[in-house]
């Protein structure tokens, strides 16, 4: 990546984001945006959302974050000078769940460990 793409993904993120947070706050208070991926041309992106709560919560979210693309991106296309305003692809950001899953399997080997340690002194 190039230093104008990483600035411009950095600078997406950050008004995206703020956007959000101001004019949707009831909405997006459990939406994070988590990165985005500018290609080298600028004409397209991933922007990665993070959403917190359970799967139907998240998919319902999600939703509606699509519904407002044409908005966000609209939005973006004021606040971000650049020639052409990329086309956003909105995409779930799984790093969390995935950490979730490893440390619930941490907690698992962990807590069999300790019983089998319990069975031995036993």
């Known amino acids: 990546m190039s230093n104008r793409t990483i600035r411009i993904a950095e600078l997406v993120?950050?008004?995206l984001g703020t956007y959000l947070h101001t004019k949707y706050k009831q909405e997006a208070?459990?939406?994070?945006?988590?990165?985005?991926e500018v290609a080298p041309d600028l004409k397209t992106?991933?922007?990665?959302?993070?959403?917190f709560g359970d799967d139907e919560t998240v998919a319902e979210r999600f939703r509606w974050l699509l519904?407002?693309?044409g908005e966000l991106r609209r939005e973006l296309a004021k606040h971000i000078k650049i020639k052409h305003s990329p086309d956003w692809v909105?995409?779930?950001?799984?790093?969390?769940?995935?950490?979730?899953r490893v440390l619930d399997l941490l907690d698992d080997i962990d807590r069999a460990d300790r019983d089998?340690?319990?069975?031995t002194n036993e």
């Open 90 to 100: 909105f995409q779930m950001d799984e790093a969390i769940n995935r950490g979730n």
């Open 67 to 69: 519904r407002k693309r």
């Open 116 to 119: 089998r340690e319990k069975e």
């Open 45 to 51: 992106g991933k922007v990665f959302f993070s959403i």
């Open 29 to 36: 208070v459990a939406i994070t945006v988590a990165g985005v």
């Open 13 to 15: 993120q950050r008004e």
